[in-house]
């Protein structure tokens, strides 16, 4: 099993927030980026899986804060000025995952 696309997974998780909180947020960026950063906490929900990890596991539509209506709520969030750096932070999250799965072929 080749280890650079989970490490890549990561790495990303954690750079693509900073990047985009300091580009878009410039004069703001480091709480930008720990409020997007934040949001990684959306992965417990991967502690309800049975494996907890699977290298191969789409994200997207397979752990419950990775589905349809969630989506739909981080959205919202990202929409309203007040959470949108929540909102933003999570659909970045999710357009990552979606990477990874479109990856793995799923």
């Known amino acids: ?17 900073v990047v985009l909180a300091f ?3 410039r004069s703001t960026w480091r709480r930008a980026a720990a409020i997007m950063l934040t949001t990684l906490l959306v992965d417990l929900d991967h502690l309800l899986a049975d494996p907890i990890y699977d290298s191969d596991r789409c994200s997207i539509g397979t752990h419950l804060l990775h589905t ?29 995952d979606g990477v990874d799965c479109w990856w793995v072929g799923h």
Do not use: C, E, N, Q
């Not at 099993?1 to 927030?17: E, I, T």
């Not at 969630?70 to 933003?88: D, E, H, Q």
């Open 23 to 25: 580009v878009a947020w």
């Open 1 to 17: 099993m080749s280890l650079v696309r989970p490490l890549l997974h990561g790495v990303l998780h954690v750079a693509a927030p």
């Open 68 to 96: 349809p209506l969630p989506i739909v709520v981080y959205v919202l969030l990202a929409s309203w000025p007040k959470t949108r750096l929540v909102g933003v932070g999570l659909l970045l999250h999710m357009l990552l």
